[in-house]
């Protein structure tokens, strides 16, 4: 572990890696963000579940997770690095007035947090090739900026590679589940980690988007746990 990232399990030769950008909503001591405290618990600071469903599949066979260890709005590691939005300065409505940085405390914030996620991971996967990378994230049920409901259960989300999407939507479908095809939003628009650490190298990859009221609890991340492990074999047995 380090203050960049966490790696949970160990990964093996044609295993499988969940990747969680956003798995934590811990802030170091030495930031502040100037923000309320709890908005550290929702969804503008952490996607909500995926950290626990990410250690519970790295208890599986063949499984590892490696999840980003700040919160989003330290340092989003879901973005180019190029982008004001890697230190957001606004989320859903809030201002991050602490994000409010010159040049330079930009750039630190980059050699501190992002760098070093992005350096590890491509290392992970440089050493340690996987069958298959599963990008999890989640989203919430309705923006505060928004009227717009997101009734969706699962989304899928992928750029140019869209080969372990295909066999992964009507599996899910056939849960019963509401799936979204490029729903909340697209993967062509937003899906920067795997496009840096799967599609440049052509590494087959799912991008995965659950909705964070079903798995707010130990029993709905126990259960989505199961499926994603369950389904993330079968894709990676079908894309090879």
């Keep these: 572990m380090s203050e960049a990232y966490r790696l949970i399990g160990t990964p093996r ?5 969940v990747v969680s950008d956003h798995a934590s909503n811990r802030v170091p001591d030495d930031i502040d963000l100037g923000i309320a405290p709890e908005l550290l618990d929702q969804h503008i600071a952490v996607d909500i579940g995926v950290s ?10 063949g499984f590892a997770a490696f999840q980003g260890n700040v919160s989003r709005l330290v340092c989003d590691f879901n973005r180019d690095e190029h982008l004001p939005t890697v230190v957001p300065i606004a989320s859903d409505g809030h201002a991050i007035s602490g994000n409010a940085l010159d040049h330079a ?19 992970l996967l440089a050493n340690t090739p996987q069958a298959l990378i599963l990008s999890l994230h989640s989203f919430t049920p309705q923006l505060a900026s928004s009227d717009e409901p ?10 140019n590679d869209d080969r372990a999407a295909g066999i992964a939507i009507p599996m ?12 909340p939003y697209s993967g062509k628009l937003l899906n920067a980690t795997m496009n840096r650490h ?11 988007e659950v909705r964070q009221d079903l798995i707010t609890t130990a ?22």
């Design 52 to 61: 626990a469903i990410g250690e519970l599949m790295a208890r599986r066979p």
């Design 105 to 123: 405390g930009h750039e630190a914030r980059l050699a501190r947090f992002f760098r070093p996620y992005h350096a590890a991971l491509e290392a």
């Design 150 to 159: 997101r009734p969706w259960h699962v989304g899928v989300l992928y750029n």
């Design 13 to 17: 030769f044609g295993g499988i890696l």
């Design 219 to 240: 029993q709905g991340q126990a259960e989505w746990a199961e499926r994603l492990a369950r389904i993330a074999n079968q894709v990676a047995v079908a894309i090879t």
């Design 198 to 208: 799967a599609e440049a190298d052509g590494r087959p990859y799912l991008g995965i």
């Design 172 to 183: 899910l479908a056939a849960e019963g589940l509401n799936v979204g095809d490029q729903l």
